[in-house]
Nanobody, 128 residues
Framework: QVQLVESGGGLVQAGGSLRPSCTAS????????MGWFRQTPGKEREFVAAISWSGGTKYYGDSVKGRFTISRDNAKNTGYLQMNSLKPEDTAVYYC?????????????????????WGQGTQVTVSS
């Protein structure tokens, strides 16, 4: 069983930075792509960023491009989301997820349904 545990959320003022992390159990973390999504009450889960198993390919949602950076350290079984220039509209629960199956993949990295394991989420609140 794979477990993903997020940490590093919190409360920050607009313009500030946070770096949530996502630590995975098991020894196969490095074989899988991973992604970050966010969700606010009453809204669908929104794609934030994704990264390939090697870290060589990255994708970003339009609303975070140029402000957020996704990365991973496979030796530590941990992924990161560096969030800079935060805005109040970034306020959400942030979830990390593991993409189902090793490559080649079917479906889009932007689609939440292609991820099979999810963390419990970490709250990020940006005050104005």
């Amino acid at each position: 069983q794979v477990q993903l545990v997020e940490s590093g959320g919190g409360l920050v003022q607009a313009g500030g930075s946070l770096r949530p992390s996502c630590t995975a159990s098991g020894r196969t973390f490095s074989n899988y792509a991973m992604g970050w999504f966010r969700q606010t009450p009453g809204k669908e889960r929104e794609f934030v960023a994704a990264i390939s198993w090697s870290g060589g390919t990255k994708y970003y949602g339009d609303s975070v491009k140029g402000r957020f950076t996704i990365s991973r350290d496979n030796a530590k079984n941990t992924g990161y989301l560096q969030m800079n220039s935060l805005k109040p509209e970034d306020t959400a629960v942030y979830y990390c997820a593991r993409r189902a199956g090793p490559p080649p993949y079917s479906g889009s990295a932007y689609d939440a349904t292609v991820y099979d394991y999810w963390g419990q989420g970490t709250q990020v609140t940006v005050s104005s």
